[in-house]
């Protein structure tokens, strides 16, 4: 009964998705970007949300509509700043999922499995999935489901802008700023995408290893000479007037990084100054080029950008793989879970 429940939630999300990607589509084709009050002007006392919403109707009229606004004081709609506790409870490693609004099922599967707070034993983390605002025409009964599913998980950290690929700069930054505010002890923060098959056992114990020193300027998952793409339409397109040098710095790769929470809130720092850019993996790498802080490799083949086939013995050795799908990842995690002993 609970896997047919769990499927028909992943359905209805995939539903819906398709149906928010139709209506982002419409809906990106007519918005324009103005914010309707100039930085001078305090704008009107409502509810937050309604504020937000109405902000990014009229979206800024700037020189090139991948610009963002940042920094910039968006609100965190749903917060919990009690999430890391006390001195005493800092978590050894805070995991921020970037997740979407409609993706109801796909968080919950991820919860069943490696966002699972108590997966690595003797080891505090806490996990938090980072989402922007659904689009207006079903904002108000999304928002509805969300406050269901936060008032019983307690995990979801909502933050005032469209939840859109374009803003995905925005939600790690964001990300970071909660972690400044709420959880600036945690030793480790991992940024990580939702559509991953991650091992946090791994993570913790070989790659971290929380019995010894902590790595002040870590941040580990290399990509180099990388060049920026300037066909319009693609995905990663790049528009030259925003970035016109030929090649990118060192960075880490989007799909999913870990660094020492004191260079998280050294990159934050530096992103207050660099230009902002809405390839968000790129642009942590400009701001770790103005740090002067090189990326550490990380062991060989253990963070895979392409989709591997399940081996229980593989993945025992593996950070994360990528383009993993949800009813995979609950099929397979029962025999990961098993012990190695046959490896």
Same mark, same amino acid.
């Given at each position: 009964m609970r896997w047919q429940?769990?499927? !028909?939630?992943l359905s209805v999300s995939a539903f819906m998705g398709l149906l928010l990607l139709l209506v982002n589509q419409q809906w990106g084709s007519w918005i324009s970007s103005m914010d309707p009050w100039p930085s001078s002007q305090k704008a009107p006392s409502e509810d937050p949300?309604?504020?937000s919403s109405r902000k990014f109707e009229w979206e800024t009229q700037t020189p090139h509509p991948l610009e963002l606004r940042y920094p910039y004081s968006y609100p965190f709609l749903i917060n919990h700043p009690d999430k890391c506790g006390g001195l005493r409870d800092a978590p050894f490693l805070l995991i921020l999922v970037m997740s979407k609004p409609q993706d109801v099922g796909i968080r919950q599967v991820i919860r069943q499995t490696w966002g699972n707070e108590t997966l690595v034993p003797g080891v505090v983390i806490r996990c938090l999935f980072v989402l922007g605002l659904p689009p207006p025409l079903f904002a108000q009964k999304l928002q509805d489901l969300l406050?269901?599913?936060? !008032?019983e998980h307690g995990d979801l950290l909502q933050v005032g802008f469209l939840d859109t690929y374009r803003n995905l700069t925005l939600k790690v930054l964001m990300g970071l700023e909660w972690m400044a505010q709420y959880c600036p002890t945690a030793q480790y923060v991992l940024k990580v995408d939702s559509d991953v098959f991650l091992n946090p056992t791994f993570l913790v114990q070989q790659i971290?290893?929380?019995?010894?020193p902590l790595k002040l300027n870590f941040i580990t998952h290399i990509f180099r000479n990388s060049v920026p793409l300037w066909m319009q339409g693609h995905k990663w397109y790049m528009p030259p007037e925003l970035y016109p040098q030929n090649m990118y710095p060192e960075y880490c790769a989007g799909l999913g990084y870990v660094m020492s929470g004191s260079l998280a809130l050294r990159i934050l720092t530096e992103a207050q100054r660099v230009k902002v850019i809405h390839l968000e993996d790129v642009f942590v790498g400009l701001c770790l080029q103005q740090l002067k802080v090189k990326p550490?490799?990380?062991p060989p083949n253990t963070f895979l950008i392409f989709w591997r086939k399940y081996d229980h013995c593989t993945f025992h050795q593996l950070v994360l793989v990528h383009h993993f799908?949800?009813?995979?990842?609950l099929r397979i995690w029962p025999d990961f879970l098993r012990a190695t002993t046959s490896c």
């Open positions: 429940l769990m499927v !028909k939630a949300l309604v504020l406050a269901e599913e936060d !008032k971290l290893q929380p019995n010894r550490t490799p990380s799908q949800h009813q995979e990842l």
